[in-house]
Antibody, heavy 119, light 107 residues
Framework: EVQMVESGGGLVQPGGSLRLSCAAS????????MTWVRQAAGKGLEWVSS????????LYADSVKGRFTISRDNSKNTVHLQMNSLRAEDTAVYYC????????????WGQGTLVTVSS | DIQMTQSPSSLSASVGDRVTITCRASQGIRNDLGWYQQKPGEAPKRLIY???SLQSGVPSRFSGSGSGTEFTLTISSLQPEDFATYYCLHHNSFPLTFGGGTKVEIK
């Protein structure tokens, strides 16, 4: 069974840092792109960042470029999102999602982890 | 960047109704589009990929159509479990962008 479990969310002050992790199981992660998507309370879905299966290709939304870094460790089937210089507008549930093998479109999603940026 | 304009933003419908949701892309995206269903407190669930292919395990009352710039998601006979918010997502180029969502509510 394909499963992604996110962790690392929490309360952080503006300007602070957090590192989110996504533990994947049920598939060979190196064969698939992985993506982070976020959703502020009561709002729609927003793409944040994606990484290719071998980790060499990384892409970011303009809103997080230069502040967030996506990485992966295929030996441990994990994907990370290092978030620096956090702002109030980064407050959201962050979802980890698996690419479907045809490209960047996501098929399976984790349950999400809540990041709250507040003083 | 490609913008995805989804309509309507909300609708009220009854069990058994036929429901259609539309997404328009600001430029052609071939069939690089998926549709997702999200219920409150849950992660999104993929319903359709490649604009018209049904995800395994998804009921056949869901269907997708379109190519280029205009796409539709149709629920042929709305069921109680279908009341949710629906999103389109294009993956033709980066940044990936979602439609604004359509909340389907009970009439």
């Amino acid at each position: 069974e394909v499963q992604m479990v996110e962790s690392g969310g929490g309360l952080v002050q503006p300007g602070g840092s957090l590192r989110l992790s996504c533990a994947a199981s049920g598939f060979t992660s190196s064969n698939y792109a992985m993506t982070w998507v976020r959703q502020a309370a009561g709002k729609g879905l927003e793409w944040v960042s994606s990484i290719g299966g071998d980790g060499t290709e990384t892409l970011y939304a303009d809103s997080v470029k230069g502040r967030f870094t996506i990485s992966r460790d295929n030996s441990k089937n994990t994907v990370h999102l290092q978030m620096n210089s956090l702002r109030a507008e980064d407050t959201a549930v962050y979802y980890c999602a698996k690419g479907d093998g045809r490209g960047w479109l996501c098929d399976y999603w984790g349950q999400g982890t809540l990041v709250t940026v507040s003083s | 960047d490609i913008q995805m304009t989804q309509s309507p933003s909300s609708l009220s419908a009854s069990v058994g109704d036929r429901v259609t949701i539309t997404c328009r892309a600001s430029q052609g995206i071939r069939n690089d589009l998926g549709w997702y269903q999200q219920k409150p407190g849950e992660a999104p669930k993929r319903l359709i990929y490649a604009a018209s292919s049904l995800q395994s395990g998804v009921p056949s009352r869901f269907s997708g159509s379109g190519s280029g710039t205009e796409f539709t998601l149709t629920i042929s006979s709305l069921q109680p479990e279908d009341f949710a918010t629906y999103y389109c997502l294009h993956h033709n180029s980066f940044p990936l962008t979602f439609g604004g969502g359509t909340k389907v509510e009970i009439k």
